[in-house]
């Protein structure tokens, strides 16, 4: 059984394979007009100023006009700005991510813009907040050793170990 397409693979029983068929010739378009002659350096200019020929001003195609913007969810925004200004503070960062949450989700319902911003404030609240309280975490383990150790009975012994000893 031959295949008629003329992308079948070539059968060597049916040795003249099927042309496809050329498209329509279409016509060929009309010759564009002749710009009219622009002045020369030298002719007198008429008393009204220069006037562009009619033909310069042929009417185009108005082509479709830009889609309205789309609006960017402040709270985004706002989730960003507050977890990266928690790298400075580390206090803003869990209110970025939780902002950044809710962003997300009214960007989901509303058909807004700023998905990007609210995904940086989530990130980037969630791993400072994380390491804000690894570093609690740290100073509480270190207090209960201090503690554990006798470091807080003589109030002269901690002071020895905040500050330098003298010479003398």
């Given at each position: 059984?031959?295949?008629?397409?003329?992308?079948?693979?070539?059968?060597p029983n049916n040795p003249a394979p099927v042309q496809p068929s050329t498209p329509p010739a279409y016509p060929q378009p009309a010759a564009y007009p002749q710009p009219a002659a622009y002045p020369q350096p030298g002719d007198a200019y008429p008393a009204g100023g220069y006037v562009a020929p009619a033909a310069a001003y042929q009417p185009g195609y108005a082509g479709y006009p830009y889609p309205p913007p789309v609006k960017t969810n402040t709270l985004a925004i706002a989730a960003m700005i507050c977890s990266l200004a928690g790298i400075a503070t580390c206090i803003s960062a869990p209110v970025g991510a939780i902002l950044g949450h809710i962003a997300r989700k009214q960007i989901r319902e509303r058909g807004e813009a700023g998905g990007?911003?609210?995904?940086?404030?989530?990130?980037?609240?969630?791993?400072?907040?994380?390491?804000?309280?690894?570093?609690?975490?740290?100073?509480?383990?270190?207090?209960?050793?201090?503690?554990?150790?006798?470091?807080?009975?003589?109030?002269?012994?901690?002071?020895?170990?905040?500050?330098?000893?003298s010479i003398g």
């Open positions: 059984m031959t295949d008629p397409s003329p992308y079948a693979p070539w059968d990007g911003m609210a995904l940086t404030g989530i990130i980037v609240g969630w791993i400072l907040t994380a390491g804000l309280l690894a570093y609690i975490a740290f100073v509480v383990i270190a207090i209960i050793l201090a503690a554990r150790d006798g470091a807080f009975e003589d109030p002269y012994a901690m002071m020895g170990l905040l500050l330098p000893r």
